[in-house]
């Protein structure tokens, strides 16, 4: 169990059962820019999908 937090509403979820997507399109080779964000902290694209709750943009911690 991995749990992380909304910055927005507050709610707090488990990481590992939300539906975070692979950062790369199979087919085009390319990172999916509508499921993905920069991180400055780790200075790499981490996965994102909305939060259940408010629907603001939570982003998996550490990335796949």
Known sequence: MNL???DNCGVVVDDDKLPFADLYD???G???S???MWDNESN????TVPCPVCKIVIKKKGGR
């Open 44 to 47: 790499s694209w981490l996965p």
């Open 26 to 28: 199979m087919e085009y």
């Open 30 to 32: 390319d990172a999916d």
């Open 4 to 6: 992380i937090s909304c």
């Open 34 to 36: 509508t499921r993905r």
